[in-house]
């Protein structure tokens, strides 16, 4: 079996940057999208082992993506991961709330990615 593969969903080129050079480090194959409509298209398609999809996106927000996405029933088992530069009280709850399956928050913490990629992936 080939390596795992991972959608990111990020509109900010300096944190898509960061994410694929570190999932590659990591030998995942990365599929990237922009906004939301994208994610959905790229999910649909590439049938990735894990999303990471950001909240805050310009054409369709990761509520709403990730709320499509958990609908879907040929989609609904891929494990979403918000990540959010919104650490307030409430946001991982509402995240969860949206079908997010975990959530990590900006900037992203090294080891917890880790942890959770081992976690969904193995």
């Given amino acids: 079996m080939g390596a795992k593969r991972i959608l990111v969903v990020e509109d900010n080129r300096d944190n898509m940057t960061l994410i694929v050079d570190v999932l590659s480090a990591f030998d995942y194959e990365v599929i990237q999208a922009v906004d939301g409509e994208m994610g959905l ?20 927000d990761g509520w709403t993506a990730t709320g499509q996405l958990k609908a879907n029933p040929s989609l609904k088992h891929i494990p979403v991961i918000a990540l959010t530069a ?7 709850e509402r995240a ?12 992203i913490d090294l ?3 880790a942890k959770k990629l081992v976690q969904y992936l193995g």
């Fill in 41 to 60: 298209e790229l999910a649909q398609a590439e049938k990735p082992d894990l999303i990471l999809m950001d909240l805050s996106l310009p054409r369709m």
């Fill in 86 to 92: 919104h650490a307030m009280v409430g946001d991982k």
């Fill in 96 to 107: 969860l709330e949206a079908g997010c399956d975990d959530y990590l928050s900006k900037p």
């Fill in 111 to 113: 080891a917890d990615l």
